[in-house]
């Protein structure tokens, strides 16, 4: 090194960093040899903090504004005193600028299905993906925790980090939501909240905060949602007895201006008409038997509403259910106790005159003998 080259190393610093990227974490200032002078300058702009590290320790964390930095590097006097460690002094210290504004946009998603129970299908697998974005909040946790003496440091180094536990996070918690898979799409506003305050302490552990977290999309299984196409076809059509008569009158019609020519067509035309008669004949006889007949309470079988008497099982068709003489809840019929509040519902028949009195009674209405 040139006399030149020394004199220039020995000017006071003016430390300052312009970010002209868009995911860099942490820069480095770099200074001949890590010797900050005493007096340096350090500028630290908005959205920006600086750590000082002073001699192998954190000295300070300064914030935005003009600051002058204190160390043990007099220019040239200490350079001269270094001579036995080879004009290189010993007395090292660092400034190391931080971004502190939000990284947004940043993407998380499923790499492997959660695997989730659900009331209605069961065990499913469950895909997800979504945003965040973050800020560093402690400089001297990211520092220890992180990045280290890096020179730089930028959102990709941590990427894969922050992903796995985000998506870790979110397993749980939609496992812990026990909401039904048909309704997830209704809460993504809750769970994404609830997502961002569950993983807010993982965050911090690393000197983060979590600023926004976002769920953009849970999709189900292919099979899970042609279950689900199915049973909102189902609950479009309503009534299938009338859903039959329709797509039959409508191949009647089809059939019937059907141009196909000659008596072959004719015929088969006709043979069509037929069977499609039959068709929606049957149906109509399926839909005004399926009306005129009731379910036995008993045997399930299909007896005439007028009926007094099951043919099948020979008993009165009663109600398949009473009301608790107590709390008037829908129990079974024939029951002895209510399976809400417990209460007795057999009659009970006095041993001395045979009245018969209610389940609650404790004295015969008709002559007054204890009950049991």
């Known amino acids: 090194m040139g006399i030149f ?12 960093w312009t970010d002209n990227t868009s995911n860099t974490l942490v820069y480095r200032f770099p200074v001949a ?4 002078k005493m007096g340096a300058s ?35 006097l200490t350079k001269l005193k270094s001579w036995p460690q080879g004009f290189n002094s010993p007395f090292k210290a660092e ?10 946009d940043q993407k998380w998603g499923t790499s492997n299905p959660i695997m989730m129970r659900d009331a209605e299908f069961g065990m499913i697998r469950l895909r997800g993906y979504g945003i965040y974005s973050y800020r560093v909040s402690d400089p001297s946790v990211f520092l220890k925790e992180l990045f280290g003496t890096s020179a ?4 990709e180094a941590v990427e894969g980090q922050l992903k796995k536990m985000i998506v870790s996070g979110l397993s749980d918690l939609f496992a812990e939501s026990k909401i039904p898979a048909l309704d997830l799409a209704s809460h993504y506003d809750e769970l994404s909240e609830l997502g961002r305050q569950k993983m807010m302490p993982r965050f911090e552990a690393f000197g983060f905060a979590l600023t926004s977290l976002y769920i953009e999309n849970l999709s189900l299984p292919e099979e899970v949602e042609k279950a689900m196409d199915t049973r909102t ?34 015929g088969a035309g ?3 008409g037929a069977a499609l008669g039959g068709m929606m004949t049957n149906a109509m006889n399926q839909n005004q038997q399926s009306a005129q007949t009731v379910a036995c309470p008993h045997c399930q079988a299909q007896i005439s509403p007028t009926a007094k008497f099951c043919p099948e099982c020979g008993k009165a068709p009663q109600p398949a259910t009473q009301a608790c003489i107590t709390c008037h809840a829908a129990i079974p019929a024939n029951t002895k106790f209510c399976p809400e509040c417990g209460t007795n519902q057999t009659e009970k028949t006095c041993p001395k005159c045979n009245h018969v009195n209610s389940p609650t009674a404790k004295f015969c209405a008709e002559c007054g003998e204890t009950l049991a």
């Open 42 to 76: 350090l500028i630290v702009r908005e959205s920006q903090m600086a750590v000082f590290v002073n001699e192998g320790v954190v000295a300070d964390v300064f914030g935005p504004g003009h600051h002058e930095l204190a160390t043990r590097n007099i220019p040239i």
């Open 152 to 155: 730089t440091f930028t959102t």
């Open 33 to 36: 040899n890590n010797e900050i």
């Open 95 to 104: 400034v190391y600028f931080v971004n502190t504004k939000q990284f947004i």
């Open 5 to 16: 080259d020394f004199m220039r190393n020995q000017f006071i610093e003016v430390i300052e």
């Open 270 to 272: 006709l043979g069509a």
């Open 233 to 266: 076809s189902m609950g479009v059509i309503g009534n299938m007895g009338q859903f039959q008569q329709y797509q039959a009158g409508q191949a009647l019609r089809e059939a019937a201006q059907n141009e196909s020519g000659g008596l072959a067509g004719a």
